[in-house]
C-alpha cells in the first residue's frame, strides 16, 4: 500500500514561484507512474503532469506547458512540481497520485494512490 503526502502548498501572488512536495512510503517508488492533478473550487478535477518511474518521460498539460515542471527523485521517495509564473487560474487544491507501471496516464481513473492535497491560492 503506497502512501503520498504532499506538501508546499500557500499563498502566492501572481508571477511567484511555488514547489510542491510528494513524499511516498510503503512501495518501490521508482516502478510507479507519478502524476500531479489539480482541483479549483467548483470545478471537477484536473491533469497536470505525469513522469514515468525512470524519470526520463514526463507529459505536462497544455495549461501549464513551459511554467511547470515535474520531477522526481527516488533516492528520496520524493516527486516535486516547480511552478512559477503562477496565475490566479492557477488556484487549487493540488494532489499527486501514483500508478503502478510505466504509463503516462492522463486519466484520474488510473490512479490507485492519492495524498490528501495541499492547497495553492494565487492573488492577482
Known amino acids: 500500500q503506497v502512501q503520498l503526502v504532499e506538501s508546499g502548498g500557500g499563498l502566492v501572488q501572481a508571477g511567484g514561484s511555488l514547489r510542491l512536495s510528494c513524499a511516498a512510503s510503503?512501495?518501490?517508488?521508482?516502478?510507479?507512474?507519478m502524476a500531479w492533478f489539480r482541483q479549483p473550487p467548483g470545478k471537477e478535477r484536473e491533469f497536470v503532469a505525469a513522469i514515468q518511474g525512470s524519470g526520463i518521460n514526463i507529459y505536462h498539460a497544455n495549461s501549464v506547458k513551459g511554467r511547470f515542471t515535474i520531477t522526481r527523485d527516488n533516492a528520496k521517495n520524493t516527486g516535486y512540481l516547480q511552478m512559477n509564473s503562477l496565475k490566479p487560474e492557477d488556484t487549487a487544491l493540488y494532489y499527486c497520485?501514483?500508478?503502478?507501471?510505466?504509463?503516462?496516464?492522463?486519466?484520474?481513473?488510473?490512479?490507485?494512490?492519492w495524498g490528501q492535497g495541499t492547497q495553492v491560492t494565487v492573488s492577482s
Open positions: 510503503g512501495g518501490t517508488f521508482s516502478k510507479y507512474t
Open positions: 497520485a501514483a500508478a503502478y507501471g510505466s504509463g503516462l496516464y492522463r486519466d484520474s481513473y488510473a490512479y490507485d494512490y
